[in-house]
């Protein structure tokens, strides 16, 4: 008998019931794949808007809960936050015009004057700036730096540019470099780089905070047509 006959009669067919189970299991794992990311998204969602709506009834009086008012017995997810938005709103609108700006400078002094909470307010207050205000954006900058050690590579944020005493103390210039650990990237370490060490990437921070997150197996597309 030649090798070619043998080869055929090795290499035989799939049966047809083995090619519908594989081609079943296919779909299961793309309807895997599809349904878990939005039903998990979905999920968690709709439990931190439940956990807000129950935060918000705890501290706001009942006359003024919006449940309070509808014509039937239910309890409405989002109501609850909806109060809260409007509620910062206002208080936004009050505290631009010259009575509010009076106000939150009085506050503002008599927190000044309390040993400890001043501190952590005053820190407070710069960490929510710089995330809302428009004239400095934090993290703009996803860096590839070498840590601990040559040829051992971590990925970071630049938070900012080194100034002060830090900067003063270190020649050339330097970045603020966080770097986070994997997967909880809001826990890390902050180190100060010269920036010639650095390698500048071109993703943006929410591709480096998947790449983070997801322990380097979401690689952003632009790393992908790099390789």
Do not use: H
Request: charged residues 20%; glycine residues 8%; positive net charge.
């Amino acid at each position: 008998m030649s090798k070619r006959k043998q080869k055929k009669i090795t290499e035989k067919k799939p049966s047809l019931i083995a090619r519908f189970l594989g081609r079943l299991k296919t779909y299961f794992f793309t309807g895997i794949l599809v349904t878990a990311p939005i039903g998990i998204t979905f999920y968690l969602s709709y439990n931190l808007i439940i956990y807000i709506d129950k935060w918000s009834n705890a501290i706001i009086p009942p006359k003024f809960r919006l449940n309070e008012y509808l014509p039937f017995d239910m309890e409405i997810p989002g109501l609850g936050l909806m109060v809260i938005i409007i509620a910062l709103i206002l208080i936004g609108m009050f505290t631009t015009g010259y009575v509010g700006r009076f106000f939150v400078r009085l506050g503002e002094k008599i927190v000044s004057k309390m040993p400890f909470i001043s501190s952590i307010y005053t820190l407070l207050k710069q960490v929510f700036e710089t995330f809302f205000s428009g004239k400095k954006q934090s993290f703009n900058q996803v860096v590839l730096l070498e840590y601990p050690r040559k040829d051992i590579w971590v990925i970071g944020f630049v938070s900012a540019e080194t100034s002060g005493e830090i900067g003063q103390q270190i020649s050339g210039k330097v970045l603020n470099v966080f770097v986070p650990t994997t997967p909880n990237p809001t826990s890390g370490f902050l180190v100060f780089v010269p920036e010639s060490e650095v390698i500048k990437l071109d993703m943006s921070v929410e591709e480096g905070l998947k790449l983070v997150i997801s322990c380097g197996i979401v690689i952003p597309e632009k790393s992908e047509k790099r390789v």
